[in-house]
């Protein structure tokens, strides 16, 4: 998946299109316009999935827990369901927010190297110093997923960030999060991704549509 196009389908349970079936052709769609790879959601979503395409699986767990703020892949329970379905990649947050059980990072990495030691891992991170954690922890990748989703990196931009880790780091690095134009997606492989995962600017058409409605809006407004 080098210089290639991820697209992320993902539906939340709240959300019109939230079904394995509708992923799975979300996933169709996005392999007949030539992405390359698919970051999926839950077990179900990956199953269908599986059935449409045959393309590389970022996979993660979002699951919530009451004494942590983190969501995507928290704990080793969801990342051995991910590794039992058997996805290319397992993605994980890697952010300094608390984790469930008060684990920390490096411990949580640990265990899952112990217990997967040939399944590759991701770290979604929101800020350059979890990225460079991270890959003194012995993730193989990092994504800029979170920038801008934790209360210490609003109003960062994910491309400066993603700019910064790919120079302080060495491992690859993966541009997501708000990459929501063509542009942007060439551009952040200018800066040098390895590969750029778009989401909601394919497969939300919900948001799409309020981002067209918002916009007409201020015509109205005068």
Request: hydrophobic share 40%.
């Amino acid at each position: 998946m080098t210089n290639s196009l991820i697209i992320s389908c993902q539906a939340l349970q709240e959300e019109p299109l939230h079904s394995p079936f509708i992923m799975s052709k979300m996933a169709l769609a996005a392999d007949l316009g030539g992405a390359c790879g698919i970051r999926a959601n839950s077990v179900a979503d990956i199953k269908a999935i599986k059935q449409e395409v045959d393309l590389p699986i970022i996979g993660i767990i979002k699951e919530d827990y009451k004494d942590s703020e983190v969501v995507i892949t928290p704990t080793l329970k969801e990342v051995k369901a991910l590794y039992n379905e058997g996805v290319d990649v397992i993605a994980f947050d890697a952010t300094d927010r608390v984790r469930p059980g008060d684990l920390k990072f490096d411990a949580f990495v640990s265990a899952v190297k112990e217990r997967f030691p040939d399944q590759k891992l991701m770290a979604d991170i929101s800020t350059v110093a979890e990225a460079v954690h991270a890959e003194k922890c012995g993730v193989d990748m990092v994504a800029t997923t979170l920038v801008g989703y934790t209360e210490y990196s609003k109003g960062e931009s994910p491309l400066e960030v993603l700019k910064e880790t790919i120079r302080q780091t060495a491992i690859p690095v993966i541009a997501e999060g708000n990459i929501d134009t063509p542009e942007k997606a060439k551009h952040a492989l200018e800066l040098g991704a390895r590969s750029v995962v778009v989401g909601s600017a394919v497969t939300r058409p919900k948001w799409i549509t309020e981002k067209f409605v918002d916009k007409m809006d201020e015509y109205q407004r005068g």
